[in-house]
């Protein structure tokens, strides 16, 4: 009944900049934490950043000063702006919803992914 819907992934140079964003839809009540992780090859899925539905954000250590999160709460939609993108930080980007529904009460979703690749 809830899919999240990611875009904004690609290829980007060191230095420059990206914007993700994942949109939810379906039967939703309440959209309390919205997240955003990624994964590396070869490594563990770590969070990135995370805005509450009161509007703090949190952030891993090594992109603070260069992503922002935001959320747009009447459209269901969080964002991730990347600016001064690292080649460190390629790779799958996925969206972390906390929703709640009037059927299945409080649940996560994940989104489907977006491949970011910042290399020259």
């Known amino acids: 009944q809830v899919q999240l819907v990611e875009s904004g992934g690609g290829l980007v140079q060191p230095g420059g900049s990206l914007r993700l964003s994942c949109a939810a839809s379906?039967?939703?009540?309440?959209?309390?934490?919205m997240s955003w992780y990624r994964q590396a090859p070869g490594k563990q899925r770590e969070l990135v950043a995370d805005?509450?539905?009161?509007?703090?954000?949190n952030y891993e250590d090594s992109v603070k000063g260069r992503f922002t999160i935001s959320r747009d709460s009447p459209k269901n939609t969080v964002y991730l702006q990347m600016n001064s993108l690292k080649p460190d930080d390629t790779a799958v980007y996925y969206c972390?919803?906390?929703?709640?529904?009037?059927?299945?009460?409080?649940?996560?979703?994940w989104g489907q992914g977006t491949q970011v690749t910042v290399s020259s």
């Open positions: 972390n919803l906390d929703i709640t529904t009037r059927r299945q009460g409080r649940n996560e979703y």
């Open positions: 379906g039967s939703i009540i309440r959209i309390n934490t």
């Open positions: 805005i509450t539905s009161g509007g703090w954000t």
